[in-house]
């Protein structure tokens, strides 16, 4: 079964800070990765997606992530943080083809508290 | 466009009673999907519905569990007896079609607490 490790519960970072983020996936074939952003009280929106390709992707509010099969990872990062990153952050995998290839399955996630 | 609406956003109910989600998905999705997220167990899969096709109930958690979609569109959550443990938010995702090349899109979830 895929499985997704987020290893860092909770991380602290000063505005204008460089922020990376760590996501491992567990999964035989391909995956489909994704990094989700919730922001308190709201539902869970889209940052980024890595289906094939480059494995450097680009997403939405200046966040990247880079894909590495060697060390089946997915972080996602961003060079200056901004005081309304503060939300919590979750990366998630499902299978890229096959049955069941549209079960996300998400990692524990990461509180992002962004510092004045 | 509009997105995904869920109702109630916060349901207070005691243990033992039967309580209904309400998921309204994007216009034009034909999959729609329910998580849960609680403390404990984090963000896990409950049912899948795409189209006319079975849903895919491999993730409720037990039979008290039970969800349906009238008309391709709207769909409810039903759990019945409510226990403690179901006390969780419970978010609805829909998307274009159930593929995984499609953005499941997130309502703001219904908290559920039961007393």
């Known amino acids: 079964a895929q499985s997704v490790t987020q290893p860092d519960i909770h991380i602290t970072v000063s505005e204008g800070a460089s922020l990376e983020l760590r996501c491992n996936y567990s999964y035989g074939a391909t995956p489909y990765l994704f990094w989700y952003v919730q922001s308190p009280g709201q539902g869970l929106q889209l940052l980024l997606k890595y289906f094939s390709g480059d494995t450097l992707v680009q997403g939405i509010k200046g966040f990247e992530a880079e894909f590495k099969r060697s060390q089946s990872s997915f972080n996602l990062r961003k060079p200056s943080v901004h005081w309304s990153d503060a939300a919590e952050y979750f990366c998630?995998?499902?299978?890229?083809?096959?049955?069941?290839?549209?079960?996300?399955?998400f990692g524990k996630g990461t509180l992002l508290t962004v510092n004045p | 466009g509009a997105g995904v609406s869920q109702s109630p956003s916060n349901k207070v109910t005691e243990k033992g009673k039967d309580v209904e989600l309400r998921c309204d998905p994007i216009s034009g999705h034909t999959a729609l999907y329910w998580y849960r997220q609680s403390l404990g167990q984090g963000l896990e899969f409950l049912i899948y519905f795409q189209g006319n096709s079975a849903p895919d109930k491999s993730g409720l958690p037990s039979d008290r569990f039970s969800a349906e979609r009238t008309g391709g569109s709207v769909s409810t959550l039903t759990i019945q007896r409510t226990q403690q443990e179901d006390s969780a938010v419970y978010l609805c995702?829909?998307?274009?079609?159930?593929?995984?090349?499609?953005?499941?899109?997130f309502g703001p979830g219904t908290r559920l607490t039961v007393t």
């Open positions: 995702a829909s998307s274009l079609t159930g593929t995984s090349s499609y953005e499941q899109y």
């Open positions: 998630a995998v499902v299978r890229g083809s096959g049955g069941s290839n549209y079960k996300l399955t």
